[in-house]
C-alpha cells in the first residue's frame, strides 16, 4: 500500500475526556457479561417489559435453566440455535442462555418470510430453534425443508404480570415456561478461544443479494460492546441507568447497542415490543425515564410527523443523548427533532460485519452535523480508491472505507471467496464511499454499489436525497439511477419522494421538486423524474430498499 496519512489518527484528539485510544479488553466469553452483572447488581432490575420487573439474578437463573435444557436436548458446544422472537424478555434469556450452552445465536427477524426463514435455518445448520408462537405456522410449513429437530415456542403472554404458570403444550412443540420450569439450573462448563469461538452468525440484510452469516466471536462482540459503553460511560453509571430498547433485538443495531451495552452496565433494560406504536413508546418513556434512546433516521421522521409531539417532550428530559445510525440520517430531520423536542441527536455509524459500530460522534466534544463522528478506540480506518483497495487516497478526498479492529468478523460463514472479497490483510471494505476532513471526522457519501453513472460522472444518491429532504412538501425520498435509452451505459437520475400530509403529487410539482435541486446541485445531478410514492420499500430498521426500487424499474422496462 501507499504511505498511509491516516496513520497520525487525527481523530484522537477529539476524543472525550476519559476515552482511552487503547482498551484492554478481558479475554472470556460474551454471556459472563451478564453473569458480573448479576453478581454485583443481583436485585435491581435487569428487564422491564409491560410493567413486569424481572431482576439480573432473575435473569441470570432463566439464562441457566435454559443453558441446561439446550445440552439435554442434545444441542453440543458449537451448534448453532436460532432465535425468532420480538423484543420480549424471552429474546435475552435465549441469547445468554444458547451462548452459556457453548452454542452459537443465529437471530432471525419476525417478518422472515418461509423461503428466507428456511435459507437461514439450513444455511447457519441450526437444529433447534426458540420462536415466538406467533411464527408457528410459518415454521411448520418449511421445517420438512431444514434440519430442525427442536421448536421451542414461547409467547407474549409468558413474562406479563400474572402470566399462566403452565402454558398447554403443542404438538410437535415444547413450551418455553414449561422447559425452563422443570429444569434445575445447571449449565455445563467448557472453555473457548474468544477470538476464534462464533458467538453470533449475524445474516446481513440482504440489501444485495442472498444473506451472508458473519461470523461474529465472541471477542467480537464484547470489545465492541466495551468500547461502545467506554464512550458512553460519562454519561451512566453502573447498575443505576435504563436504557430504551426500541429497536429490534434480531438486528445488529438493537443486539449490541440496545442489549449487550446495557447488560454490561447492568443497567435496566425497558423494552418496546414495536416501535411502531409510537403511543406505547412514550408510555414507557414516561414509566421508566430512559438515560438514552437509539433510534434510526425513519423511527425519527414519523416522530415529526406528529402535531403533538411538544407536548411529548417533557416526558423526554431524562433522556441525555439520542443516537442514530443503520441509515444516514439527513442533516434536516435532525434539525428539526433536536429544535422541536430539545434532544440531542449523536450520529454514528456501523455494519453487521462489525459487530456493528465502528464510528461515533463524541458525547460531549465537537459534534458535526452529517458526520458519522470519529472511529472507536482500537479502530483503524482508510479511505481507499474505489478500483484499487492498496491506494490510499489522501485526506478530504473521497473513497471507499475500509476498517480494522477487534470488532471486524472472522468471515463469512462457509463463503471463503466472499471473505476474501471483503477481507484484505485484515482490513474490511466496507462497499461504503466516505471522506475524512482534517479533524478526523469521517463522512458517508453513499454505498459503492448504489453509485449512479451519468454520461461518466458520479452521481451521489445521498447528496441528492439530501437536498429533497429540505423541500417543504417531502416527507421521505429516495434517489436511484436507471438506464438511459438513448446512451448505452450511462444511468440518469430518478427520485421516489413520499409527500407530507397535505400535499399532492403534480407534474407542476414534479417540476418545482426538480427546480429546487437545481438550486443545490449540479445538473447532471438534478432528477431527471420525479415519482411520487405512498411508502418506500424499507428493511426492519428504516434502510431504504434501493435494491427493490431498482428491480420495480427492471419489470417496467420489460412490460
Same mark, same amino acid.
Given at each position: $500500500? ?12 477529539? =476524543? ?10 478481558? /479475554? !472470556? ?20 417489559? $409491560?410493567? %413486569? ?6 435473569? @441470570? ?6 443453558? *441446561? ?31 452459556? #450452552? ?30 415466538? &408462537? ?11 425443508? *431444514? ?20 402454558? +398447554? ?21 467448557? @472453555? ?14 440482504? *440489501? ?21 459503553? *467506554? ?8 447498575? @443505576? ?35 411502531? &406504536? ?13 438515560? !438514552? ?7 425519527? !421522521? ?86 484499487? =483497495?492498496? @491506494?490510499? $487516497? ?14 471486524? !468478523?472472522?468471515? =463469512? ?24 476532513? /482534517? ?21 451521489? +444518491?445521498?447528496?441528492?436525497? &439530501? ?10 425520498? #429516495? ?16 427520485? =421516489? ?29 438534478? +432528477? ?18 434501493? %435494491? ?12
Amino acid at each position: $500500500m501507499s504511505e498511509d496519512p491516516y496513520a497520525a489518527k487525527p481523530w484522537l484528539k477529539h =476524543y472525550d475526556q476519559g476515552v482511552p485510544e487503547h482498551i484492554d479488553y478481558p /479475554e !472470556m466469553n460474551l454471556y459472563e457479561i451478564l453473569d458480573n452483572s448479576a453478581n454485583d447488581f443481583g436485585g435491581c432490575t435487569a428487564i422491564w417489559f $409491560m410493567k %413486569r420487573k424481572i431482576s439480573y439474578k432473575e435473569f @441470570k437463573d432463566i439464562a441457566d435453566r435454559l443453558a *441446561t435444557a439446550l445440552r439435554n436436548l442434545g444441542v453440543k458446544q458449537g451448534d448453532t440455535v436460532a432465535i425468532m422472537i420480538p423484543n420480549f424478555p424471552q429474546y435475552l434469556f435465549s441469547f445468554y442462555g444458547i451462548l452459556k #450452552a457453548g452454542g452459537t445465536v443465529t437471530a432471525c427477524s419476525v417478518l422472515l418470510t418461509e423461503p428466507e426463514l428456511a435459507f437461514q435455518l439450513n444455511d447457519s445448520g441450526a437444529e433447534t430453534i426458540i420462536a415466538w &408462537d406467533a411464527q408457528l405456522e410459518k415454521i411448520n410449513n418449511i421445517k420438512d425443508r *431444514t434440519r430442525l429437530r427442536n421448536i421451542i415456542i414461547t409467547s407474549v403472554m409468558d413474562f406479563i404480570p400474572n402470566a399462566p404458570r403452565n402454558p +398447554p403444550e403443542i404438538a410437535g412443540t415444547i413450551q418455553f415456561l414449561n422447559l425452563i420450569g422443570k429444569t434445575k439450573p445447571s449449565p455445563p462448563q467448557f @472453555k473457548i478461544d474468544p477470538k476464534k469461538t462464533i458467538a453470533v452468525l449475524q445474516y446481513t440484510g440482504g *440489501t444485495s443479494g442472498l444473506p451472508k452469516g458473519a461470523m461474529l466471536t465472541h471477542r467480537n462482540l464484547l470489545s465492541n460492546c466495551i468500547a461502545v459503553h *467506554t464512550l458512553v460511560s460519562s454519561q451512566m453509571q453502573r447498575g @443505576k441507568e435504563t436504557g430504551l430498547t426500541n429497536l429490534p433485538l434480531f438486528h445488529i443495531y438493537g443486539m449490541t447497542v440496545c442489549m449487550n451495552v446495557w447488560v454490561y452496565n447492568a443497567s435496566r433494560i425497558a423494552l418496546n415490543p414495536d416501535a411502531r &406504536d409510537q403511543k406505547s413508546l412514550f408510555e414507557i418513556v414516561r414509566e421508566t425515564k430512559p438515560s !438514552m434512546f437509539p433510534g434510526v433516521p425513519t423511527m425519527y !421522521m414519523k416522530l415529526l410527523e406528529r402535531d403533538d409531539l411538544e407536548d411529548y417532550a417533557k416526558d423526554l428530559r431524562s433522556i441525555r443523548f439520542c443516537n442514530t445510525g443503520a441509515a444516514a440520517m439527513p442533516p434536516e430531520v435532525l434539525h428539526e427533532f433536536e429544535k422541536r423536542t430539545g434532544c440531542v441527536v449523536i450520529e454514528g455509524y456501523g455494519l453487521t460485519e462489525c459487530s456493528p459500530v465502528t464510528h461515533s460522534n463524541p458525547i460531549k466534544g465537537v459534534r458535526k452535523i452529517g458526520s458519522i463522528g470519529v472511529p472507536l478506540p482500537d479502530t483503524e480506518v482508510r479511505i481507499v480508491d474505489t478500483d484499487d =483497495y492498496r @491506494k490510499i $487516497m489522501p485526506i478530504g478526498e473521497q473513497g471507499e472505507i475500509m476498517i480494522r479492529g477487534p470488532q471486524v !468478523m472472522m468471515g =463469512y460463514w462457509n463463503k471463503p471467496a466472499a471473505t476474501a472479497d471483503q477481507i484484505k490483510d485484515g482490513w474490511l471494505l466496507t462497499g461504503d464511499i466516505g471522506r475524512m476532513d /482534517e479533524d478526523g471526522y469521517f463522512f458517508i457519501m453513499d454505498r459503492k454499489k448504489d453509485m449512479i453513472d451519468v454520461s461518466g460522472f458520479k452521481v451521489y +444518491p445521498r447528496e441528492v436525497e &439530501d437536498v429533497l429532504f429540505e423541500h417543504e412538501a417531502i416527507e421521505n425520498a #429516495a434517489v436511484i439511477g436507471i438506464p438511459d435509452p438513448k446512451m448505452k451505459g450511462s444511468e440518469l437520475v430518478k427520485a =421516489y419522494v413520499v409527500l407530507k400530509e397535505g400535499f399532492k403529487g403534480s407534474p407542476e410539482l414534479e417540476n418545482g421538486i426538480r427546480e429546487f435541486c437545481r438550486k443545490s446541485v449540479s445538473p447532471y445531478k438534478v +432528477p431527471k423524474s420525479v415519482e411520487f410514492r405512498k411508502e418506500l420499500p424499507e428493511t426492519l430498521v428504516g434502510k431504504v430498499l434501493r %435494491r427493490d426500487l431498482k428491480e420495480q424499474e427492471a419489470m417496467k422496462a420489460k412490460q
